[in-house]
């Protein structure tokens, strides 16, 4: 698997969509379309990421990456299932930042393993406070990709308890991943490393709310 995310990573960073397609397309081959996208598709973009932090590869090619695999995800993950679970009226956002991937996939997923839930797409701190309340939503899960953007879950948290809500906020993304600690510090209730875990939590999360 190592051989096939270097040779994956290569393709995306060279912009070559034929190649990286070919190769996605050999995971899927011994593998279900999530794990395919959770041990090929995450890795090789963490690694894209890093590339780009120790200044190998360009922003664009950072940003291409992001919208080709999105494309791919798209392909493969089914956006619904017919044997909807009940359960809690839930949303899932991506809070104040530009991207869209980690929320894709997590919504894709869930929906996948059968749930039902509101995408808000993309909302700053007070739409989605209002939102929220307004849809009562009882299970919020907020995705986000840089720090600042984390640090305002914190006023999200804020502003649903003063207002009386009982939802469970649920975060994920890579601020998240660097910082073990972080989810706690801004006052959210789980926090999720990958979209296996979101299914996981939110599970957890409905049987404590019975
Ligand atoms: C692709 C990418 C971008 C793309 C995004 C394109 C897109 N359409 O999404 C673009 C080019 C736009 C971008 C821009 C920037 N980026 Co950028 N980017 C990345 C990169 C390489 C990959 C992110 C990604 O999509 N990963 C794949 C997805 C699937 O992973 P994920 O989001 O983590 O989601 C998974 C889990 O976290 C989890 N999850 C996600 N959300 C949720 C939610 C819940 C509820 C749960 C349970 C789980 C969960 O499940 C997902 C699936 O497994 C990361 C590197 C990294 N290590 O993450 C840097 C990174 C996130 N970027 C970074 C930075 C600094 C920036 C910029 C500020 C750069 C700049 N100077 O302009 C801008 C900010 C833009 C903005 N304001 O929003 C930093 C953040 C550092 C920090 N601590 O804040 C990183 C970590 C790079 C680095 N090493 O420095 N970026």
């Given at each position: 698997?190592?051989?096939?995310?270097?040779?994956?990573?290569?393709?995306?960073a060279?912009?070559?969509?034929?190649?990286?397609?070919?190769?996605f397309?050999?995971?899927?081959a011994?593998?279900?379309?999530?794990?395919?996208?959770?041990?090929?598709?995450?890795?090789?973009?963490?690694?894209?990421?890093?590339?780009?932090?120790?200044?190998?590869?360009?922003?664009?090619?950072?940003?291409?990456?992001?919208?080709?695999?999105?494309?791919?995800?798209?392909?493969?993950?089914?956006?619904?299932?017919?044997d909807?679970?009940?359960?809690?009226?839930?949303?899932?956002?991506?809070?104040?930042?530009?991207?869209?991937?980690?929320?894709?996939?997590?919504?894709?997923?869930?929906?996948?393993?059968?749930?039902?839930?509101?995408?808000?797409?993309?909302?700053?701190?007070?739409q989605?406070?209002?939102?929220?309340?307004?849809?009562?939503?009882?299970?919020?899960?907020?995705?986000?990709?840089?720090?600042?953007?984390?640090?305002?879950?914190?006023?999200?948290?804020?502003?649903?308890?003063?207002?009386?809500?009982?939802?469970?906020?649920?975060?994920?993304?890579?601020?998240?991943?660097?910082?073990?600690?972080?989810w706690?510090?801004?006052?959210?209730?789980?926090?999720?490393?990958?979209?296996?875990?979101a299914?996981?939590?939110?599970?957890?999360?409905?049987?404590?709310?019975?």
């Amino acid at each position: 698997m190592k051989q096939l995310i270097v040779q994956f990573q290569q393709a995306l960073a060279a912009l070559d969509r034929v190649k990286a397609n070919a190769l996605f397309s050999e995971a899927l081959a011994t593998r279900t379309p999530i794990q395919a996208v959770e041990q090929l598709v995450v890795p090789a973009l963490e690694q894209i990421g890093a590339a780009w932090h120790s200044g190998d590869i360009a922003m664009s090619q950072v940003y291409m990456s992001g919208r080709f695999c999105e494309s791919l995800v798209d392909g493969v993950l089914p956006p619904s299932d017919p044997d909807r679970k009940h359960q809690p009226r839930s949303a899932i956002v991506v809070l104040s930042d530009y991207h869209d991937l980690g929320k894709r996939i997590v919504y894709s997923v869930m929906r996948a393993s059968g749930f039902e839930l509101f995408d808000y797409g993309r909302l700053d701190v007070d739409q989605l406070i209002e939102k929220t309340i307004s849809d009562h939503i009882r299970i919020l899960m907020i995705s986000v990709l840089i720090l600042p953007s984390a640090l305002k879950v914190k006023q999200v948290c804020r502003g649903l308890k003063q207002s009386g809500s009982d939802v469970k906020v649920v975060v994920g993304g890579a601020p998240f991943l660097f910082d073990a600690q972080l989810w706690q510090e801004v006052g959210a209730d789980a926090m999720g490393n990958s979209a296996s875990e979101a299914v996981a939590i939110v599970k957890r999360l409905m049987g404590a709310m019975q």
